[in-house]
């Protein structure tokens, strides 16, 4: 649906064709009473010749006065400002569900059967994002909310192998120990409903808790506390109780525990009982669902371009069919048809300088950021002297600010290559990732190779097609490209890749680097322990790798530099099926208005002299 922003201006555009009209009527009449009469003309007339070229001059004019209305009502129409209006839905994906779990002692017998519902949960809800918080004395976000089903599935399966092996102290959660006490459910209730965010969407929040609510420490926030914040925030509590309650204490807390999730709406059951975990499925499905429907939102997408090209074309037809109408003055016809073709050709070209506004979001885009993690990103040789990860990380910030809406995941690549972020529309949780992102230290470096992600990549890439093949995926990588290790991993592969970067850092003359620091010591420069070398180890970027490798990704390579600024990186990242979402964010302001308006005087103005001339 094609609108105009100012119809007022279409109005006041088309005054001067008004004009026109008047003025050539006016004169039409003075030129009529001055008409020489000419004797005996039908012999004239009569001739083939003449006849010939009078349906010719017709033709010729006919056309002509098309041509010119098309263009002069283009002008005004492109005065106008004409915009498409493009209807964007809510996300599709309209349910965050944060899977929280306590893995305290008294919750072990039990924890397999509930990670086996999350299990189920996870399956049985295609589509809708998921999180996994786990705790005891402290609470852990294991994986922020994320759609990536693969990741979601291994995930849970690692939590879920440490039970069936007993391993008490398994990474698997890792973190969730060391503080006061133990099992502090109130807080670690409290983080998962923290967990959501896009507050301000329409989007459904729900928060399935699995504990037996038997505290053993002190808690800043009671379960009484957090269902009135899930009320407060619009999330949903859906409580599992791992057991049923045998004693009067078990009972008293079971009690606690179901007031606290149907205060926010939600539903309480045990595991063990029949269809307890149908029950969640059901009511995140059903009652959820509801909530999430939302009216889609109008987005104004500048049109003036296809207007252009018509107004554009109309014009050449003008002037070719007045040429073969019948002429005017020699030099002011030249003059006339160049600033006509001039500023016909600006109109196609559809002239933009940067601002404007940015409403339609990117979510589309499946965005992953391969970070090199080796000890080189340590390096102190980027502007003020700061290390090349510093660097990386303000690049990253400012890359999900262009990309907003947009799903990331992150890859660290140093001895080995890991996905430390699953797809994720939650960009804090991908900056954390890449900010708290620590460089390898000397001594436990084993070398580092700039392609090591490339079997990774290639992997995620590969699954992201098959799950999603509609979504564009974009890949930037961020490194020095120095290579310490002589084998090399592989190469990089295009297939998936639909655009992205490679972004260098580092510089030629090269830079010392830290190490990082032991427990209670300060940080040191990494020394050169190569013979005959004395002084610090200096790092320095290699250009040409990084170029291989963004020519083999089928991506641009931009060194970054501190007068280099960021537009140079995202103005070729993505290639040609994404630039119609580029164009419609709206991150330009079109000029294409101004030009139609003095095309429009020049149109009226110099159709207005060659009609009197060719009536006199």
Excluded at 394 to 408: M, N, S
Aim: with cysteine.
């Amino acid at each position: 649906m094609t609108e105009l922003l100012h119809p007022w201006v279409l109005a006041v555009a088309l005054l001067p064709v008004a004009v026109l009209c008047a003025v050539v009527v006016r004169r039409d009449r003075r030129s009529r009473r001055s008409v020489p009469v000419l004797a005996h003309a039908d012999r004239l007339t009569a001739l083939p010749a003449y006849r010939r070229a009078r349906r010719r001059h017709r033709t010729a004019l006919a056309v002509a006065t098309v041509a010119a209305v098309v263009a002069v009502v283009g002008c005004a129409v492109l005065t106008a400002r004409p915009v498409t209006v493009v209807a964007v839905d809510q996300d599709s994906r309209s349910r965050d569900v944060v899977l929280c779990l306590d893995v305290s002692s008294s919750m072990a017998p039990t924890d397999a059967a509930v990670l086996d519902a999350f299990a189920r949960i996870a399956r049985d809800s295609p589509g809708d994002r998921i999180g996994l918080v786990l705790f005891d004395s402290r609470p852990v976000q294991v994986f922020p909310l994320t759609d990536d089903a693969d990741y979601v599935s291994t995930q849970l399966a690692k939590v879920r192998a440490a039970y069936d092996t007993a391993n008490v102290g398994s990474p698997a959660w890792a973190g969730t120990t060391g503080g006061e006490g133990t099992s502090v459910i109130g807080d670690g209730a409290a983080t998962c409903v923290g967990a959501f965010d896009r507050l301000d969407s329409p989007r459904s929040r729900s928060v399935v808790l699995a504990t037996d609510d038997i505290a053993g420490g002190p808690q800043r926030v009671t379960l009484d506390d957090v269902g009135h914040l899930a009320l407060a925030r619009g999330v949903r509590l859906y409580g599992l109780n791992p057991a049923a309650p045998t004693t009067d204490t078990a009972r008293a807390a079971a009690q606690q525990f179901q007031t606290a999730v149907t205060l926010s709406g939600g539903t309480y059951a045990e595991v063990t009982s029949p269809g307890a975990v149908p029950g969640v499925v059901t009511g995140l499905r059903a009652r959820e669902a509801a909530r999430a429907t939302g009216t889609p939102r109008l987005v104004p997408v500048d049109a003036s371009r296809s207007v252009g090209v018509v107004v554009g074309a109309a014009v050449l037809v003008l002037l070719v069919a007045r040429a073969l109408a019948g002429g005017r003055p020699a030099r002011r016809g030249v003059v006339v048809t160049v600033v006509l073709v001039g500023l016909s050709g600006v109109l196609v070209w559809a002239p933009t300088v940067p601002g404007g506004t940015s409403a339609l979001r990117s979510r589309d885009v499946d965005v992953y950021l391969v970070v090199d993690g080796t000890l080189s990103m340590a390096a102190e040789d980027g502007a003020g002297g700061r290390t090349r990860l510093s660097e990386v990380q303000a690049d990253v910030g400012e890359l999900t600010r262009r990309y907003a809406g947009a799903r990331f995941s992150t890859i660290v690549s140093s001895s080995t290559a890991l996905q430390t972020m699953p797809l994720t529309t939650d960009t804090a949780a991908a900056l954390t990732s890449v900010a708290s992102l620590v460089p390898s230290s000397a001594g436990s470096a084993q070398g580092g190779d700039p392609r090591q992600a490339s079997a990774l990549l290639y992997r995620l890439l590969s699954a992201g097609a098959r799950q999603a093949p509609g979504r564009a995926q974009l890949v930037f990588y961020f490194g020095d490209g120095e290579a310490t290790r002589p084998a090399s991993a592989g190469r990089f592969s295009a297939d998936g890749a639909g655009g992205g970067a490679v972004l260098g850092y580092g510089t030629a003359s090269g830079g010392p680097m830290r190490d990082a620091p032991l427990v209670g010591g300060e940080s040191t420069y990494v020394r050169d322990t190569r013979p005959g070398h004395l002084g610090n180890a200096i790092s320095r970027e290699d250009r040409k790798t990084l170029q291989g490798i963004a020519d083999e990704l089928g991506v641009p390579f931009v060194q970054r530099t501190g007068s280099t600024g960021f537009d140079a990186v995202v103005a070729d990242a993505v290639p040609g099926r994404l630039r119609p979402v580029r164009a419609a964010l709206g991150s330009a302001t079109p000029l294409s208005w101004i030009v139609a308006g003095v095309l429009l005087v020049v149109l009226a103005a110099d159709g207005l002299h060659w009609w009197t001339r060719r009536r006199s």
